[in-house]
Protein backbone atom coordinates (compact mmCIF):
# COMPACT_ATOMS: atom_id res chain seq x y z
CA UNK A 1 0.00 0.00 0.00
CA UNK A 2 1.66 3.23 -1.14
CA UNK A 3 -0.34 5.43 0.39
CA UNK A 4 0.69 8.97 -0.89
CA UNK A 5 3.08 9.31 -3.88
CA UNK A 6 5.25 12.06 -4.61
CA UNK A 7 7.49 13.30 -7.55
CA UNK A 8 9.61 14.62 -8.09
CA UNK A 9 11.68 14.16 -4.67
CA UNK A 10 14.15 16.97 -5.87
CA UNK A 11 14.38 19.17 -8.56
CA UNK A 12 15.96 22.85 -9.05
CA UNK A 13 15.07 24.91 -11.42
CA UNK A 14 15.94 28.46 -12.89
CA UNK A 15 13.80 31.79 -12.39
CA UNK A 16 11.26 31.86 -14.76
CA UNK A 17 11.05 28.07 -15.63
CA UNK A 18 7.71 26.34 -15.15
CA UNK A 19 7.18 22.55 -13.57
CA UNK A 20 4.79 20.46 -12.52
CA UNK A 21 4.52 18.43 -8.76
CA UNK A 22 2.28 15.26 -8.50
CA UNK A 23 0.72 13.97 -6.41
CA UNK A 24 -0.78 10.02 -6.29
CA UNK A 25 -2.66 8.44 -3.98
CA UNK A 26 -4.17 4.82 -3.59
CA UNK A 27 -6.72 5.54 -0.51
CA UNK A 28 -9.76 6.19 -2.71
CA UNK A 29 -9.30 9.83 -0.76
CA UNK A 30 -11.82 12.29 -1.39
CA UNK A 31 -9.84 15.72 -0.22
CA UNK A 32 -6.10 16.43 -1.50
CA UNK A 33 -4.17 19.43 -0.02
CA UNK A 34 -0.90 20.93 -1.21
CA UNK A 35 0.92 22.69 1.51
CA UNK A 36 4.57 24.38 1.35
CA UNK A 37 6.82 24.07 4.63
CA UNK A 38 9.65 26.50 5.19
CA UNK A 39 12.03 26.56 8.01
CA UNK A 40 9.79 28.12 11.08
CA UNK A 41 6.51 28.39 9.36
CA UNK A 42 4.98 25.61 9.48
CA UNK A 43 3.24 23.87 7.37
CA UNK A 44 0.54 26.62 5.00
CA UNK A 45 -1.88 25.20 2.42
CA UNK A 46 -1.56 26.33 -1.17
CA UNK A 47 -5.02 24.79 -2.49
CA UNK A 48 -7.02 21.60 -2.13
CA UNK A 49 -9.41 20.04 -3.74
CA UNK A 50 -12.57 18.52 -1.90
CA UNK A 51 -13.01 16.13 -4.87
CA UNK A 52 -12.70 15.03 -8.73
CA UNK A 53 -12.47 18.07 -10.63
CA UNK A 54 -12.52 20.90 -8.15
CA UNK A 55 -9.88 22.71 -6.77
CA UNK A 56 -9.50 25.19 -4.47
CA UNK A 57 -7.41 28.54 -2.89
CA UNK A 58 -5.53 28.19 0.74
CA UNK A 59 -3.72 30.35 2.35
CA UNK A 60 -0.69 30.83 0.00
CA UNK A 61 -2.30 30.28 -3.66
CA UNK A 62 -0.44 33.08 -5.36
CA UNK A 63 2.04 31.66 -8.31
CA UNK A 64 0.33 28.25 -8.16
CA UNK A 65 -2.05 26.57 -10.18
CA UNK A 66 -3.81 23.08 -9.72
CA UNK A 67 -5.61 20.39 -11.46
CA UNK A 68 -7.76 17.21 -9.82
CA UNK A 69 -8.72 15.51 -13.56
CA UNK A 70 -8.69 12.42 -11.85
CA UNK A 71 -9.66 11.39 -7.93
CA UNK A 72 -6.24 9.56 -7.37
CA UNK A 73 -4.51 12.61 -8.52
CA UNK A 74 -3.40 16.19 -7.82
CA UNK A 75 -1.24 18.13 -9.87
CA UNK A 76 0.60 21.20 -8.42
CA UNK A 77 1.98 23.67 -11.46
CA UNK A 78 4.40 26.73 -11.07
CA UNK A 79 3.56 28.88 -14.41
CA UNK A 80 7.23 30.74 -13.65
CA UNK A 81 9.27 29.93 -10.46
CA UNK A 82 10.48 32.45 -8.06
CA UNK A 83 13.21 32.05 -5.61
CA UNK A 84 10.49 32.76 -3.16
CA UNK A 85 9.06 29.53 -3.93
CA UNK A 86 12.35 27.70 -2.83
CA UNK A 87 10.53 25.48 -0.07
CA UNK A 88 9.35 21.84 0.77
CA UNK A 89 6.38 21.06 -1.38
CA UNK A 90 4.08 18.24 0.61
CA UNK A 91 0.75 16.75 -0.38
CA UNK A 92 -2.03 15.56 1.82
CA UNK A 93 -5.17 13.24 1.16
CA UNK A 94 -7.90 12.20 3.30
CA UNK A 95 -11.50 10.94 3.35
CA UNK A 96 -13.30 14.29 4.19
CA UNK A 97 -12.15 17.61 5.20
CA UNK A 98 -15.33 17.56 7.07
CA UNK A 99 -15.38 14.36 9.67
CA UNK A 100 -12.55 14.54 11.43
CA UNK A 101 -10.18 12.08 9.44
CA UNK A 102 -6.60 12.55 9.31
CA UNK A 103 -4.61 13.91 6.38
CA UNK A 104 -2.04 11.23 5.13
CA UNK A 105 1.30 13.19 3.63
CA UNK A 106 3.60 12.13 1.08
CA UNK A 107 7.78 11.89 1.24
CA UNK A 108 7.72 15.94 -0.14
CA UNK A 109 8.99 17.51 -2.67
CA UNK A 110 12.63 19.68 -2.14
CA UNK A 111 12.37 22.39 -5.03
CA UNK A 112 15.36 25.04 -5.42
CA UNK A 113 14.86 28.27 -7.25
CA UNK A 114 17.93 30.03 -8.78
CA UNK B 1 -9.48 31.83 9.77
CA UNK B 2 -7.86 29.76 12.31
CA UNK B 3 -4.96 30.43 13.75
CA UNK B 4 -2.89 28.50 15.39
CA UNK B 5 0.37 29.23 18.10
CA UNK B 6 2.52 26.48 19.52
CA UNK B 7 4.85 27.19 22.61
CA UNK B 8 8.17 27.05 23.62
CA UNK B 9 9.79 27.07 19.91
CA UNK B 10 12.63 24.47 21.09
CA UNK B 11 12.35 22.29 24.17
CA UNK B 12 14.94 20.29 25.50
CA UNK B 13 13.90 17.50 27.90
CA UNK B 14 16.47 14.48 30.03
CA UNK B 15 15.91 11.25 28.80
CA UNK B 16 13.70 9.77 30.91
CA UNK B 17 11.86 13.04 31.96
CA UNK B 18 8.14 14.70 30.24
CA UNK B 19 8.02 16.48 27.98
CA UNK B 20 4.76 19.11 27.20
CA UNK B 21 4.34 21.52 24.30
CA UNK B 22 1.32 23.79 24.40
CA UNK B 23 -0.69 24.75 21.59
CA UNK B 24 -3.50 28.17 21.72
CA UNK B 25 -6.28 28.16 19.00
CA UNK B 26 -8.46 31.06 17.71
CA UNK B 27 -11.41 29.98 16.21
CA UNK B 28 -14.13 28.24 19.00
CA UNK B 29 -15.62 26.50 16.31
CA UNK B 30 -12.97 24.45 15.72
CA UNK B 31 -13.57 20.58 16.91
CA UNK B 32 -10.44 18.21 15.76
CA UNK B 33 -6.73 18.81 16.99
CA UNK B 34 -4.09 16.29 15.71
CA UNK B 35 -0.75 16.20 16.05
CA UNK B 36 1.97 15.16 14.03
CA UNK B 37 5.44 13.99 14.74
CA UNK B 38 8.17 15.10 11.56
CA UNK B 39 12.11 13.91 11.66
CA UNK B 40 14.84 15.42 9.98
CA UNK B 41 14.13 15.39 5.87
CA UNK B 42 10.92 12.69 6.66
CA UNK B 43 6.91 13.48 5.84
CA UNK B 44 4.76 14.99 9.30
CA UNK B 45 3.07 11.84 10.89
CA UNK B 46 -0.13 11.67 12.83
CA UNK B 47 0.41 10.41 16.45
CA UNK B 48 -2.48 11.28 17.84
CA UNK B 49 -5.60 13.32 17.78
CA UNK B 50 -8.20 14.61 19.62
CA UNK B 51 -12.24 15.55 18.90
CA UNK B 52 -13.90 18.62 20.59
CA UNK B 53 -16.18 16.36 22.57
CA UNK B 54 -13.41 14.92 24.14
CA UNK B 55 -11.06 16.66 27.22
CA UNK B 56 -8.10 14.10 27.10
CA UNK B 57 -7.04 10.64 25.50
CA UNK B 58 -3.73 8.94 25.55
CA UNK B 59 -1.70 6.30 23.85
CA UNK B 60 0.97 4.75 25.32
CA UNK B 61 3.49 7.25 26.45
CA UNK B 62 1.55 9.59 24.27
CA UNK B 63 -1.50 11.90 25.40
CA UNK B 64 -3.61 14.92 24.39
CA UNK B 65 -5.62 17.18 26.42
CA UNK B 66 -8.21 19.74 25.33
CA UNK B 67 -9.25 22.68 27.25
CA UNK B 68 -12.22 24.40 25.16
CA UNK B 69 -12.80 27.43 27.34
CA UNK B 70 -9.03 28.78 26.97
CA UNK B 71 -8.78 27.17 23.29
CA UNK B 72 -5.79 25.46 24.22
CA UNK B 73 -4.64 21.66 23.99
CA UNK B 74 -0.95 19.81 24.71
CA UNK B 75 0.55 17.39 24.22
CA UNK B 76 2.13 15.66 26.33
CA UNK B 77 5.19 12.71 26.32
CA UNK B 78 5.99 10.61 29.08
CA UNK B 79 9.65 8.65 29.48
CA UNK B 80 11.23 10.20 26.77
CA UNK B 81 13.44 8.58 24.74
CA UNK B 82 15.86 9.63 21.63
CA UNK B 83 13.67 8.53 19.34
CA UNK B 84 11.00 10.95 20.36
CA UNK B 85 13.65 13.62 19.35
CA UNK B 86 11.80 15.39 16.42
CA UNK B 87 9.82 18.34 15.10
CA UNK B 88 5.92 18.19 16.48
CA UNK B 89 3.32 20.38 14.83
CA UNK B 90 -0.41 20.64 16.08
CA UNK B 91 -3.40 21.82 14.33
CA UNK B 92 -6.75 22.77 14.16
CA UNK B 93 -9.58 22.45 11.88
CA UNK B 94 -11.84 25.68 12.46
CA UNK B 95 -15.17 26.32 10.78
CA UNK B 96 -13.37 26.60 6.93
CA UNK B 97 -12.86 22.43 7.23
CA UNK B 98 -9.14 23.53 7.08
CA UNK B 99 -6.44 22.26 9.02
CA UNK B 100 -4.54 25.26 10.31
CA UNK B 101 -0.83 24.49 11.42
CA UNK B 102 1.12 25.61 14.39
CA UNK B 103 4.57 26.34 13.51
CA UNK B 104 5.78 23.72 15.08
CA UNK B 105 8.36 22.17 18.29
CA UNK B 106 11.88 20.94 18.08
CA UNK B 107 11.91 18.66 21.00
CA UNK B 108 15.71 17.02 22.17
CA UNK B 109 15.86 14.09 24.00
CA UNK B 110 19.35 14.17 25.23
CA UNK B 111 20.81 11.17 26.52
Known amino acids: NAGVTQTPKFRVLKTGQSMTLLCAQD?????MYWYRQDPGMGLRLIHY???????AKGEVPDGYNVSRLKKQNFLLGLESAAPSQTSVYFC?????????????FGDGTRLSIL | GENVEQHPSTLSVQEGDSAVIKCTYS??????FPWYKQELGKRPQLIID?????GEKKDQRIAVTLNKTAKHFSLHITETQPEDSAVYFC??????????FGKGNQVVVIP
Open chain 1, 92 to 104: ASSYFGNSNQPQH
Open chain 1, 27 to 31: MNHEY
Open chain 1, 49 to 55: SVGEGTT
Open chain 2, 27 to 32: DSASNY
Open chain 2, 50 to 54: IRSNV
Open chain 2, 91 to 100: AARGGNNRLA
